[in-house]
Antibody
């Protein structure tokens, strides 16, 4: 059974950093494309970042230069390093396998 | 960026009725379109991928069609658990984008 469990969210001040993790089971994170999708409170969905099996990465414009997606194959874990956080980054961050399987999300709140 | 427009914003229906949701893309995306259902406090659930393929475990009352720029999701006979928000999403061009959603509520 495919499972995705996110962690690492929390309350952080503007300009701060966090590392979000997604522990995967039931498949290999290196053999699928993996993504982070976020949803601000009461708002719609935004595809933030993606990493393909060959290592290519993509970012939506609003996070370029601030967020970094990566994976640790032997730990079967996906990461999102989020730096220089802004209020508009406040959201639930979901880990997604291709577009099929979603974790429950981890909440990032950026506030002073 | 491919902009997806969904209509209507809200669809009020009774259980047993048929619901038709629309998604229009600002440029052609072939059939690289998915539909998701989201209930409050839950992650989105994939219903349809590549415009017309039901995801694993999705009931046959959900169907999708379309290609290019115009797509529809049809729920043939609404069950009580189908009242939720539905999003379309394209994966033809980066950045992948979502529509703003259609809320299906109880009439």
């Amino acid at each position: 059974e495919v499972q995705l469990v996110e962690s690492g969210g929390g309350l952080v001040q503007p300009g701060g950093s966090l590392r979000l993790s997604c522990a995967a089971s039931g498949f290999s994170v290196s053999s699928n494309y993996m993504s982070w999708v976020r949803q601000a409170p009461g708002k719609g969905l935004e595809w933030v970042s993606l990493i393909y099996s060959d290592g290519r990465t993509y970012y939506t414009d609003s996070v370029k230069g601030r967020f970094t997606i990566s994976r640790h194959n032997s730990m079967n874990t996906l990461y999102l390093q989020v730096n220089s956080l802004r209020g508009e980054d406040t959201a639930v961050y979901y880990c997604v396998r291709e577009n099929q399987n979603w974790g429950r999300g981890t909440l990032v709140t950026v506030s002073s | 960026e491919v902009v997806l427009t969904q209509s209507p914003a809200t669809l009020s229906l009774s259980p047993g009725e048929r619901g038709t949701l629309s998604c229009r893309a600002s440029q052609s995306i072939s059939t690289f379109l998915a539909w998701y259902q989201q209930k409050p406090g839950q992650a989105p659930r994939l219903l349809i991928y590549d415009a017309s393929n039901r995801a694993t475990g999705i009931p046959a009352r959900f169907s999708g069609r379309g290609s290019g720029t115009d797509f529809t999701l049809t729920i043939s006979s609404l069950e009580p658990e189908d009242f939720a928000v539905y999003y379309c999403q394209q994966r033809d061009k980066w950045p992948f984008t979502f529509g703003p959603g259609t809320k299906v509520d109880i009439k």
